[in-house]
């Protein structure tokens, strides 16, 4: 007999605007206590000194967490200078120190260095697995995990502001998998000292952004007055993606996991526009009457449901 699930079927994204000291894990499973949900995951994790946008996926929107995941990136942090860490940021433990503090155009100058693709290693205390282990869980162990270096995309770093000469504000735009620790430590290093990240925040992830972040206490007031959580609709992390419109007959063959065959004229014409609009992606989003219904492969005259989305 199958197992009931707990909670309440809840769909949709919430965008966290996540406090410091939790792991994104931790306020994740708070969200999803809140709203009492059967299922909910996060959109790209958050060190736990960090703040910010942390989009939570409930229900169906869960099988669009990939696409949140490569959204590009906005971060604010502040680089402290004179001593590095064993985590690249607040959190560690001092490991090395230096005097050297430097200017404003010294920094200035490092910065086209750290734009477009680049080489980064990922910090000892990250995510990344090693042989089936965390590295984090590995460092806190006391071992050395030697991370590869792999090549992350800058869009953009702007020295945005200089509270003391210990300390330098930054403000980054970035793909998938840029590490701010591993920046804020490289950029130190670049300009003959070391370094930390003393602070950071998260502005954006793809099309989720701070204007329609909540806190945790503003959604606990909401769930306390009996008010509607604040969620976006499931496709929200699929903006980037073409559309397919169908009719209800089509759509219910794609709920059914069978593929849609489209060979009349008007068709034709529809799945042109759809294959000029994918540039090259693999993956659509089918809809009817404007309602997200299946991740869908276009191969052809031929729809083919990825994932359904069960709404």
């Known amino acids: 007999m199958a197992r009931r699930r707990k909670g309440v079927p809840v769909h949709g994204w919430l965008v966290?605007?996540?406090p410091p000291g939790l792991t994104s894990t931790q306020a994740m499973a708070k969200c999803r206590w809140l709203l009492n949900a059967e299922k909910a995951g996060h959109g790209g994790t958050l060190d736990p000194i960090a703040t910010g946008v942390l989009p939570i996926a409930y229900g169906e929107a869960t099988k669009t967490v990939p696409y949140a995941m490569e959204g590009e990136k906005t971060y604010r942090f502040t680089l402290c200078f004179g001593e590095a860490r064993n985590t690249d940021?607040?959190?560690?433990?001092?490991t090395a120190t230096s005097d050297v503090r430097p200017t404003d155009a010294a920094i200035e100058a490092v910065l086209p260095r750290f734009t477009g693709w680049i080489s980064q290693v990922p910090p000892q205390f990250s995510a990344i697995k090693v042989d089936g282990e965390r590295a984090y869980d590995l460092a806190r162990e006391g071992e050395t995990v030697d991370l590869k270096s792999r090549q992350v995309r800058v869009d953009s770093i702007h020295l945005t502001g200089r509270p003391s000469?210990?300390?330098?504000?930054f403000e980054v735009e970035c793909g998938k998998g840029t590490y701010m620790r591993s920046l804020a430590r490289d950029i130190a290093l670049s300009l003959g000292t070391v370094?930390?990240?003393a602070a950071l925040r998260r502005l954006r992830v793809g099309r989720f952004?701070?204007?329609e972040a909540v806190t945790l206490e503003e959604l606990e007031r909401l769930i306390a007055d009996g008010a509607a959580p604040p969620l976006l609709p499931i496709e929200t992390a699929l903006d980037a993606l073409p559309t397919v419109p169908l009719s209800e007959a089509e759509a219910g063959r794609l709920r059914q996991g069978q593929p849609v065959l489209l060979i009349r004229r008007q068709d034709l014409e529809r799945l042109s526009r759809v294959?000029?609009?994918m540039a090259g992606e693999a993956t659509a989003l089918a809809t009817a009457h404007g309602q997200p219904v299946a991740l869908v492969r276009v191969e052809g005259a031929e729809i083919r449901p990825v994932r359904v989305l069960n709404v």
């Open 89 to 94: 940021d607040l959190a560690g433990t001092v």
């Open 16 to 18: 966290l605007d996540k």
């Open 275 to 277: 294959a000029d609009g």
């Open 209 to 211: 952004t701070l204007r």
């Open 195 to 197: 370094g930390h990240v």
């Open 165 to 169: 000469p210990d300390l330098a504000e």
